[in-house]
Structure formats: structure tokens, C-alpha cells
């Protein structure tokens, strides 16, 4: 009984200690104790919920922007892709009318010659021959052995014909041989192709004054090419005291790689094989 008294008088004594400890930090400091507790927790389990809801959405936002980025990106490559093309097509129209003006200056130029006009449909760019087909044939006015010529010199001669296409042998084939005259000496001798876009001028003795960049033309023998026209230039000359003739290689007048619009010369007297 005794030891339940003075439990009971412990008890008493901390309550109120308790009370009178409360009283004197006052109501005011305990409140703003537990709203303050309060605050930190509910700011750190905020912090902890949202940071990934914000990583989530930042990687979000991301995402869409890259996505519309790559979007615009690719418009833009596709309309500037749509103005090389109109810019090339514009370029093409333009070269075209070029060409066109140059050889309608050319052929009147030329106005002792019958010119039959034509553009390259098909060429062979094998190593083995070097021809090229145009869009003209017999029925246009073209025959076998037909000169064919452009505004810069010889292109080369009809091989074949059939009514509305004829194929043209280059003089850069090996098979081409045209009658030449040195301009500069007032020499003849022959022009054959050699197959590498280059041509042999033959029969030019050692003996004789030839330099790089004298112009070489036909020289009308054989009644083939008409007399006077472009064939090419002197490009180098090797001489060799073994040899009776020059060693003279030709650039031809015409870029045979850039051929589109040709000219037939033809025969004064109408008569075609």
C-alpha cells in the first residue's frame, strides 16, 4: 500500500511539473513548434514527389522540342531541295538558250554551208568505239559520211543512218582518219583519233616548224569534211632524230564529253546516199 501512495504522489509531482514547464514556454511557442515540425515535413515530402513528376516532365518537354525541331529541320531540307532543283532547271534553260543562240550565230556564219541541225540522243562511252547517236536521220536530210560539226569545230562524220536517227563515228575514235592542214606552216597531213579523248597529227615531217598551240583544220582533200574547218590544236611535239616524221598530238576543238546540239553539213548538190 505504501509503494502504490508514493507512485501515486511521483505521478502527481511530474504532472505537475509538466503543467507548470508548459505554462511557462507558453501556448503560443508550442503551436509555432508543431506547425514549424509540420512545415519541414510536409516541404521534404513535397521535394521527394515532385523532383522525379519534374524530371519526368522536363524530359518531356525536351522531347517535343527535339521532336518539332527535327520537324522544321527536315521542311527546310525538303524546300531547299525543291530550290536546287528550280535553280538547276533554271540553269538548264539558261545554258539551253545559250546554245541555241550559239548556233544560230554559227550558222550564219556559216552561210556557205547547207546546215542541218540535231542534238545528241544516245553516246557510247565505252572504251571500245566512240560514236554517238543523234536525233536526225534520212528522213531530215542526214547520209552516210555526213559531216557533223558544232559551233567550237568537227565533231566527227554519219557512220549509219536509218530514217529518223544516224550514229556518228568521233574523230577521237581510232577509226577516224580526216585529211588536216597546219594553219601556221600551210602543211598537210592526217588526223587520227588515238580512244583516249585525244588525237595523232601524221605525216608532218621532223623538219618542219610546228608549235604547241597552232590551229589545225581540214584540209578538204578526200571530199569528205569541206575545207577550213576547226579540228583541233597543237598540244605537244616530240622529235626524234631516228624518225622521218613528228610526233604531234592534237587537243580537239570540241569538248567531246560535253556534246548536245550538233550540225549536219550537207551536200550543195542535194544529191545524198
Not at 583541233?232 to 622529235?239: N, P
Request: charged residues 20%.
Amino acid at each position: 500500500m505504501g509503494s502504490n501512495k508514493s507512485d501515486k504522489i511521483l505521478f502527481i509531482i511530474i504532472s505537475v511539473f509538466i503543467v507548470i514547464l508548459l505554462i511557462s514556454i507558453g501556448p503560443n511557442r508550442v503551436l509555432n513548434g508543431t506547425f514549424s515540425l509540420t512545415r519541414e515535413a510536409y516541404y521534404w515530402m513535397e521535394r521527394g514527389l515532385s523532383a522525379p513528376m519534374n524530371f519526368v516532365a522536363n524530359i518531356w518537354s525536351d522531347y517535343i522540342y527535339l521532336v518539332n525541331t527535327r520537324q522544321e529541320n527536315e521542311n527546310l531540307r525538303h524546300e531547299l531541295a525543291k530550290l536546287k532543283i528550280q535553280c538547276q532547271h533554271t540553269r538548264e534553260i539558261q545554258d539551253e538558250n545559250s546554245r541555241l543562240r550559239a548556233m544560230l550565230e554559227f550558222k550564219k556564219t556559216s552561210y556557205a554551208f547547207k546546215l542541218y541541225p540535231a542534238s545528241v540522243f544516245a553516246q557510247d562511252i565505252s572504251m571500245i568505239f566512240k560514236t554517238l547517236v543523234i536525233n536526225r536521220g534520212r528522213s531530215d536530210g542526214f547520209f552516210k559520211d555526213m559531216p557533223i560539226v558544232n559551233m567550237y569545230g568537227v565533231v566527227g562524220r554519219v557512220i549509219s543512218v536509218s530514217p529518223h536517227t544516224s550514229e556518228v563515228l568521233l574523230i577521237t575514235d581510232p577509226n577516224s582518219a580526216v585529211p588536216a592542214f597546219i594553219k601556221t606552216i600551210k602543211t598537210n597531213g592526217i588526223v587520227r583519233g588515238r580512244g583516249d579523248g585525244l588525237l595523232n597529227l601524221e605525216y608532218i615531217r621532223r623538219s618542219e616548224n610546228v608549235n604547241a598551240g597552232d590551229e589545225v583544220v581540214t584540209s578538204g582533200l578526200l571530199g569528205i569534211f569541206p575545207r577550213g574547218l576547226r579540228l583541233g590544236y597543237v598540244y605537244t611535239v616530240k622529235k626524234d632524230r631516228r624518225e622521218i616524221f613528228a610526233q604531234i598530238i592534237l587537243k580537239p576543238a570540241v569538248s567531246m564529253q560535253r556534246i548536245e546540239d550538233v550540225f549536219g553539213i550537207g551536200k550543195t548538190n542535194n544529191k545524198h546516199n
